[in-house]
């Protein structure tokens, strides 16, 4: 276990009943105050409020909203208190950030967060706190490969792994030679890997890496190397506001109908009303799409619809199913936290049962999923296939302590 225990207590569990870290020095003297049931649940919700994720928070957050709702409002019998937090997807402030959540708001939880650098920038404190997190989205590998942990969990994908699906997808529809563009951060360089060896590993070649800066959008000089590559593909990891102008720029190049697009699906989900015609016949991986007709996914659209007026997407998934998994380890205690092990112990075992279709976690905290091959047509991201079925993330260094 990675967390820090004290004569049997958590770090966090002093933290809460001491008001703050200067009580750990006065432990010896100080009573175990233990949370009564009707206590609220607090849970820190640090994402994107602002920014080029702004409307992926945004989504994360309704979702989380609508699945408590659902519940009556209580999970394992306690309500819920949310404390928000902007994380303007900033890695620089993502300590600071979590520490405030965990010392100064004293959450009990932290679902968190989108972007790959800021999960990265959270993972030490809640380390070191024993904090249970809920990643919602951001893919970052290391989160459950070298840095895995007990209270370590997520409920969307690595970056690994949609990028894997892709480029799979395309070495099985016969591409020999592809590159790969992206943002210069850990989410566009893992998905990298992942496209280079779903390609490579049935027959194709990642020939060239092209990057810009995170969030920048002035690919334009990229763009124009793109037809000397002699590729036949290119792949592709951006997402919300920087996917829009990707797409709509890669057309206006005259690429689109030279050398097809495609990548992790981000590409294309939640952003076809911006991108319109731009879009029509992207290929792309992801673990959820439009027109899967189960009663699961078509009640949480409409639902999501009716309470939100926006189309379900991934984030909106993720997010409801961070919730879920949530309500699976309260539910598993009668609420009590403090039962800690048993509430792991039933979040790591839990079937979800999400509008993606079921989803299990590895031994890492990861899900294992299929990757969708989807096709956008008449402004859907239409599931036409399976690009990985039950594909599981490498996660590479995880020991779980
Ligand atoms: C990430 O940084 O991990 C990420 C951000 C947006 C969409 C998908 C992944």
Known sequence: MHRIVYKGVSRRSLLRGAGGAAALGAFSAMPFVKARAADPVKVGLMLPYSGTFAKLGENITFAIEMLLEEKGGMLGGRPIEFVRL????????APENTNRLVSRDEVDVIIGTVHSGVLMGMIQVVRDSGTLLICPNAGAGAATGKFCAPNIFRTSFSNWQPAYGAGRQLGVDGVKKAAFITWDYAAGQEAAEGFKS?????????VQTLTVPFPETNWQALLAQIPSLGVEAVGSFFAGGGAVQFVKDYQAAGLKDQIPLTGSGFLTEGTLGAQGDAATGIRTALHYGDGIET????????AFLARTEREADVYAVQGYDA??????GLEAVGGDMDAED?????????????PRGQFTLSAAHNPVQDFYLREVQDGMNKVIGIAAEKLSDPATGCEMG
Not at 295 to 302: G, L
Not at 323 to 328: D, E, T, W
Not at 342 to 354: K, P
Request: glycine share 10%; no cysteine; proline share 2%.
């Open 323 to 328: 919730a879920q998994l949530l309500a699976a």
């Open 198 to 206: 779903g390609l490579e590993e049935h027959g194709g070649t990642l």
């Open 295 to 302: 009663e699961r996914n078509m009640t949480f659209r409409e």
């Open 86 to 93: 902007d994380d303007e997807s900033d890695p620089a402030k």
């Open 342 to 354: 048993e509430m792991i112990a039933a979040m790591a075992g839990a079937t979800i049962d999400s």
